[in-house]
């Protein structure tokens, strides 16, 4: 008996985290439901579903439900960032000097960072991309990359929900095993998977690409 109230014990131990975290949103939320605010959460840049799953786990959801409502928010903005970031851009840019240095600034980045994996890889750089689940990486930054690598919409669409998908599982996966590793190992187990697929993105940055000759280039 002894032996089982201490097996308890330990499960309790390991799970306070999560029992913290539950109570403070509990306060703050009262009354909304918990798949609303894993959506709501998801749906917003730095966190997307990466904030969302463990936000629902701490709400008492379980995870695999916590997981699908994550990847519905998480997608919902970005069919409108990929239509609408070209025009919203070009006319913020036009009517604030900030806005235009903002966007220059965005975009210069994100060419500087990704150009040399999107040529290697293609349309293939921007699922692993979107599924490192990091802040500097996800859904929203997908979507401001596949417009300036001119993906179209028809592609880049289905291509940025596959990386949400994978993204989903790492987090679901990680958030599942807290309450048996406890956070620490739980947070092991996140950057291990987290960095095996930035280990892969970042490799094509790294790697050289073959430049055709001149004449080649240009040769339609």
């Given at each position: 008996?002894?032996?089982?109230?201490?097996?308890?014990?330990?499960?309790?131990?390991k799970?306070?985290?999560?029992?913290?975290?539950?109570?403070?949103?509990?306060?703050?939320?009262?009354?909304?439901?918990?798949f609303?605010?894993?959506?709501?959460?998801?749906?917003?840049?730095?966190?997307?579903?990466?904030?969302?799953?463990?936000?629902?786990?701490?709400?008492?959801?379980?995870?695999?439900?916590?997981?699908?409502?994550?990847?519905?928010?998480?997608?919902?903005?970005?069919?409108f960032?990929?239509?609408?970031?070209?025009?919203?851009?070009?006319?913020?840019?036009?009517?604030?000097?900030?806005?235009?240095?903002?966007?220059?600034?965005?975009?210069?980045?994100?060419?500087?960072?990704?150009?040399?994996?999107?040529?290697?890889?293609?349309?293939?750089?921007?699922?692993?991309?979107?599924?490192?689940?990091?802040?500097?990486?996800?859904?929203?930054?997908?979507?401001?990359?596949a417009?300036?690598f001119?993906?179209?919409?028809?592609?880049a669409?289905?291509?940025?929900?596959?990386?949400?998908?994978?993204?989903?599982?790492?987090v679901?996966?990680a958030?599942?095993?807290?309450?048996?590793?406890?956070?620490?190992?739980?947070?092991?187990?996140?950057?291990?998977?987290a960095?095996v697929?930035?280990?892969?993105?970042?490799?094509?940055?790294?790697?050289?690409?073959?430049?055709?000759?001149?004449?080649?280039?240009?040769?339609?």
């Amino acid at each position: 008996m002894s032996r089982f109230s201490s097996i308890i014990h330990r499960l309790i131990l390991k799970s306070a985290p999560y029992a913290s975290l539950a109570d403070r949103f509990r306060e703050a939320l009262e009354g909304v439901p918990p798949f609303l605010v894993v959506m709501i959460i998801s749906m917003l840049p730095i966190f997307e579903l990466r904030g969302g799953i463990p936000a629902g786990a701490a709400l008492d959801m379980p995870v695999w439900q916590a997981a699908i409502f994550a990847v519905i928010g998480n997608m919902i903005p970005i069919p409108f960032i990929l239509l609408l970031l070209g025009p919203v851009s070009r006319w913020l840019s036009e009517h604030s000097n900030l806005m235009r240095r903002f966007f220059d600034w965005l975009f210069a980045r994100t060419r500087r960072k990704h150009t040399q994996a999107f040529e290697r890889w293609k349309e293939f750089a921007l699922v692993i991309f979107v599924a490192i689940p990091l802040p500097i990486t996800g859904a929203w930054t997908g979507s401001v990359a596949a417009f300036l690598f001119d993906i179209p919409f028809r592609h880049a669409l289905p291509l940025i929900f596959c990386g949400v998908v994978i993204a989903a599982v790492v987090v679901s996966l990680a958030t599942s095993f807290s309450f048996l590793l406890g956070w620490q190992g739980s947070l092991i187990f996140f950057a291990v998977l987290a960095g095996v697929l930035a280990y892969i993105y970042f490799r094509a940055r790294k790697e050289p690409v073959e430049e055709l000759p001149v004449d080649d280039r240009l040769d339609p």
